[in-house]
């Protein structure tokens, strides 16, 4: 199977390359989940990387590829946060200068977090597209590299790493919930899915908020949206208009797409909080937004949930205390 210019030797190759720079996370059970639906379902817990998200993965293998004369440039990036704090953790730990560029819709928590490892940080802009298109204005002129978000191949390759995992843990897996943005972790997680158990059903779920590959996907092209303010703040910002693969790819090969409301994001953190004793970001629990929803998991299913990150302000953490508990 070949997808585009991806191959199931692209994502072995990104494993080997990633593997001494991030962590090997669980896929553990969730007994009451499970017990409402009827399933079997587990949950990948990308939150337990030392970055504090599946992000890493993609920017590991990204800047790992990179040639000596490109890292002595330096690189940049344009976040949400997630993946500027994965970038800007990669260049500390192979010295190489980074630069993280935002909206002014990150959360300060993401941005101290960005911080710490030591990145330049600019925050200039309303949108993740109009930083994204300094930073590439900045890669014409000084000769630094982008390390995009979502829409590269070696992105979507070391995301893929995490669906590699998956089959190694459970083989019988046979439905993966995946958030869905950018769809560079879609395309990796269905692509390494797919090219070892083609029968594997993927599910995209988004926020109902600014939801811009699924309102592309209606549309049948890319387009832009407005951010606006939701729980699921990580999975705001555009898909790029000359978009070379995330939008084919969850086109072509995502089996569904759903949106969550933003009270059932707040069950799924609270949730997790009960059931778990993990607190992660709104972003990561619109599978399990999707899952407590009646009807939408089929009984005896083996269902795979990503929790992609634990990015979340401290004040909405006591929120949904405040409103479940």
Known sequence: MVVKDITSRDLWKARKRITPYITRTPLVYSYKLSQMTGANIYLKLENLQEVGAFKVRGAANKILSLTDEQKGKGVSTFSTGNHGMAVAYIAKKLGIKALVCMSDH??????????????????DWDSQDAAGVYCYDLMEKEGVTVIPPFDDKEIICGQATMALEIIEDQPDIDTVLVPLSGGGLISGVTLGMKMTVPDVKIVGISQMKAAVMIESLKAGHPIEMPEEETLADSLLGGIGLDNKYTFDITRDY?????????????????????????????????????????????????????????????????NIVDSHF
């Open 106 to 123: 990150v959360p300060e928590v993401k941005v101290n977090n960005i911080r710490k490892f030591g990145a330049e940080i600019k925050q």
């Open 254 to 318: 995502v089996d569904e797409v759903a949106q969550v409301e933003e009270d059932q994001i707040a069950d799924g953190l609270a949730y997790l909080m009960e059931n778990h004793k993990v607190i992660a970001e709104g972003a990561s629990c619109v599978g399990i937004a999707y899952a407590l929803q009646q009807g939408n998991i089929k009984p005896g299913s083996n269902v795979a949930i990503i929790v992609t990150g634990c990015g979340i302000p401290m004040e909405q953490v006591k």
